[in-house]
């Protein structure tokens, strides 16, 4: 059996073949990922037209209310937003007056939040966060499936994260160097 190399033009279109799949599959990404950040917004926002608040605030107020008190900087540990982030959180829960917040006597520094009975009232009645919705579908998908999935997203993260150390030296503080000419 004689095996013979492709010409130059068969490569050039298996290449093309492959390039259009990749940017097919490039493109399916970027769509998977436009549905789900489009889910959550909208999620997001009859959340607040119908309770008043968003999901983060909701999933905040889920973690004050299934304890007593909690500190500010243990409530920013379980829900992974940054204290600055929370703090903003915080402020409109508690302009709402669905929180309250208090200096813990020992230590002044440590803001204890707990949820008043408007905002135990508030989590009874709102619909479960979009987050316990999929983590009930992560449930019932296969060990295999869910591994892949996993190591997938972390690496999207990672390439997000990436892009944004890459950036970073462009918006370091200071004067705004003048174009030369």
Not at 138 to 151: C, F, K, N, Q, V
């Amino acid at each position: 059996m004689t095996l013979t190399r492709p010409t130059p033009v068969e490569r050039s279109r298996s290449g093309m073949k492959s390039e259009s799949r990749r940017e097919e599959t490039h493109r399916r990404i970027l769509r998977s990922l436009r549905r789900v950040l489009r889910r959550v917004e909208m999620s997001s926002r009859q959340l607040e037209t119908d309770y008043g608040v968003t999901a983060p605030q909701l999933i905040c107020l889920i973690e004050i209310a299934a304890v007593e008190s909690i500190t500010q900087i243990e409530l920013s540990e379980r829900v992974h937003l940054t204290p600055s982030t929370l703090v903003g959180v915080l402020d409109r829960l508690h302009s709402k007056k669905l929180i309250q917040r208090r200096r813990d006597s020992d230590d002044r520094r440590r803001i204890n939040v707990s949820a008043t009975e408007a905002g135990l009232h508030l989590v009874q009645q709102a619909p479960p966060p979009l987050q316990d919705t999929l983590l009930k579908g992560l449930e019932a998908m296969p060990g295999t499936e869910l591994s892949t999935m996993a190591t997938a997203l972390e690496r999207l993260v990672d390439l997000l994260e990436a892009q944004e150390t890459a950036v970073e030296p462009m918006l370091a503080p200071g004067p705004i160097p003048k174009p030369d000419g």
